[in-house]
Nanobody
């Protein structure tokens, strides 16, 4: 059973930066892609950024130019660098990985951006 553990969330002022980490319990080579999504109170979960096994990336329009997803295969970790944060980025951020028909989710990490 694969486990994904997120870390790096917290409270930051508008304009600040955070880096989220998603550490997998095994090799991330098995995953066709990994992604970060977020969910804020009263809203549907939103896909924020995705990275494929070949390191192709894709971003939601709302974060393009501000967020960067990357992966370190040696550390079995995917990162989400978040810059120029604003209060609309406040949410619980979740890491997700897909291996064929299997989906794996982390427990989530809270990001709060104060104005």
């Amino acid at each position: 059973q694969v486990q994904l553990v997120e870390s790096g969330g917290g409270l930051v002022q508008a304009g600040g930066s955070l880096r989220l980490s998603c550490a997998a319990s095994g090799s991330i080579f098995r995953f066709a892609f990994m992604d970060w999504s977020r969910q804020s109170s009263g809203k549907q979960r939103e896909l924020v950024a995705l990275i494929t096994g070949g390191s192709t990336t894709n971003y939601a329009d709302s974060v393009k130019g501000r967020f960067t997803i990357s992966r370190d295969n040696a550390k079995n970790t995917v990162y989400l660098q978040m810059n120029s944060l604003n209060p609309d980025d406040t949410a619980v951020y979740y890491c997700h990985a897909r291996d064929g028909a299997n989906h794996y989710w982390g427990q989530g990490t809270q990001v709060t951006v104060s104005s």
